[in-house]
């Protein structure tokens, strides 16, 4: 078990630019979150996949973000035309059911110029 | 006013000292409690884990919950440099692990 892994660890793109991240969850966990961490701030809830059906979105998460996870295993994120305000770390977790403790990963630090 | 209110700090103590860690929240709904360790640039880790109220110990680490205060905490014994973070406190109904709600974190510094 080699925990929660993500990639890329840091991303810089220019604004207005398209960008996708990864997430691999510990393998016998089904459920996958998405979650998103800016400075000074707790993570905020983002999304979340029980295998491969996405049952939950925030009202953070735009029109300019979708996430998939085909088949039921890994995840990714893409955010289209990305904005300044996009800059922060994105963070991946995952849970064996419902009433287990989230485990994260170590993020994607997105930084947009 | 927030769900959940953590003071960011920070705090400082010499090494050894014990810390104390709060959080407050607002929603009796909560069931789960938790206490995350965040390093610089790092993901979140779990730390504790607790269901409903009273005390759990795992070596340096004691987390309490009282649930009719609306008010956790976790106390570090024989604090070291090492426990130097950001420790986030977290908390969700028992209907889903999507609706955890993070406080805002306690920067932690241990002077040796």
């Known amino acids: 078990d080699t925990g929660v892994s993500q990639d890329p660890r840091h991303k810089i793109t220019k604004r207005g630019q398209n960008v996708t991240f990864r997430c691999d969850p510990i393998?016998?966990?089904?459920?996958l979150y998405w979650y998103r961490q800016t400075l000074g701030q707790g993570p905020e809830f983002l999304t979340y996949f029980q295998n491969e059906a996405q049952l939950e979105k925030s009202r953070l998460l735009s029109d300019r973000f979708s996430a998939e996870r085909p088949k039921g295993s890994f995840s990714t994120l893409e955010i289209q035309r990305t904005e300044q305000g996009d800059s922060a770390m994105y963070l991946c977790a995952s849970s064996f059911d419902s009433n287990s403790p989230l485990h994260f990963g170590n993020g994607t630090r997105l930084t947009v110029t | 006013q927030k769900e959940v209110e953590q003071d960011p700090g920070p705090l400082s103590v010499p090494e050894g000292a014990i810390v104390s860690l709060n959080c407050t929240y607002s929603?009796?709904?909560?069931?789960?409690f938790m206490w995350y360790r965040q390093y610089s640039r790092k993901g979140p880790e779990l730390l504790m884990y607790?269901?409903?109220?009273g005390n759990k110990e795992d070596g340096r680490f004691t987390a309490q919950v009282d649930k009719s205060s609306k008010y956790i905490s976790l106390f570090i014994r024989d604090s070291q440099p090492s426990d130097s973070a950001t420790y986030l406190c977290a908390m969700s109904p028992n209907t889903g692990g999507f609706k955890t709600i993070f406080g805002a974190g306690t920067r932690l510094f241990v002077k040796a």
């Open positions: 607790t269901y409903s109220s």
């Open positions: 393998s016998e966990h089904n459920r």
């Open positions: 929603n009796s709904a909560f069931q789960y």
